[in-house]
């Protein structure tokens, strides 16, 4: 099949500025990683309740919920960025936002209730990983770095060797992933990360850094399921337009959202 060159560099081209912005936050300062971080949450909600909506169009969706909801996330990560090592305070807070979407939908005369439920597991779903990730990197600024580089050798690998090898399908969500390239896709990664641990001296184990590669590759492949099977229930192919060529927000960070509370639990344990 011939390439149709139009689209390849739109892809490519799209995939560059993705890759330069994702590295100026990671890397430049901690302004630029809370902007980011924001960024992210914001795109990633505004798809979440795009692809709800469609999975239940017979529930109200009051505009003031998504509203409430993202500006309140946002507050979240904003006030705990300027906080900087206050890491005891957000949690403080982090009951407030819930019980107001739970009062307000539950007392809503157009019984938003059901909404304001689904509004609350996007609350969980992709408020809670980027605070967390905030809090990594004010922890240490190589963890949220080395997080998303795992998941991007995890993706490329197990696509690269489900390509070559792939002939068992992994799951009926996403008919296009097999077994071999899952556990491919896992198993070069935590090579990768073993080998790159043993020649960077950092203050960490080279079995501490393939524990954490385990554990975001096999959240991050999870993640990615749970988004195909929320866009398949919603009877969409991407969760929006970010990315010409890619698809959406929710496309791109699916794996890194589940990934982080569970990368934020193993560090927390074995490497802090």
């Known amino acids: 099949m011939a390439l149709h060159w139009p689209t390849f560099f739109t892809r490519l081209g799209s995939a560059i500025v993705f890759s330069i912005i994702m590295m100026v936050g990671l890397l430049w300062n901690e302004w630029a990683f809370v902007a980011l971080a924001s960024l992210i949450q914001v795109l990633c909600m505004r798809e979440y309740f795009r692809i709800m ?27 705990q960025s300027a906080l900087f090592y206050e890491y005891d305070v957000i949690f403080q807070i982090f009951t407030v936002l819930p019980s107001f979407v739970f009062m307000a939908t539950l007392l809503s005369v157009q019984k938003s209730r059901y909404a304001g439920g689904y509004a609350l597991a996007g609350y969980f779903y992709i408020c809670l990983p980027m605070l967390l990730l905030t809090e990594l990197y004010m922890r240490d600024s190589l963890l949220p770095l080395m997080i998303i580089l795992m998941i991007w050798c995890n993706d490329t690998l197990a696509y690269l060797v489900g390509s070559f090898i792939g002939k068992t399908p992994f799951t009926k969500i996403s008919p296009k992933k097999t077994w ?10 935590l090579v990768s990360v073993g080998v790159w641990a043993y020649f960077k001296q950092t203050d960490y184990s080279i079995g501490a850094w393939v524990g954490l590669a385990l554990v975001v590759a096999v959240m991050g492949t999870l993640g990615d399921l749970l988004e195909s099977k929320l866009k398949r229930m919603a009877g969409v192919k991407d969760s929006g337009a970010m990315m010409p060529g890619h698809g959406g927000a929710l496309d791109r960070f699916d794996s890194l959202l589940v990934a982080i509370p569970f990368a934020f639990a193993y560090a927390y344990l074995f490497m802090f």
């Open 53 to 79: 909506k469609k999975i239940y169009p017979q529930y109200y969706w009051p505009i003031w919920l998504q509203i409430a909801m993202q500006f309140g996330c946002l507050a979240y990560l904003l006030y």
């Open 180 to 189: 071999e390239g899952t556990a491919g896709g896992v198993i070069l990664t």
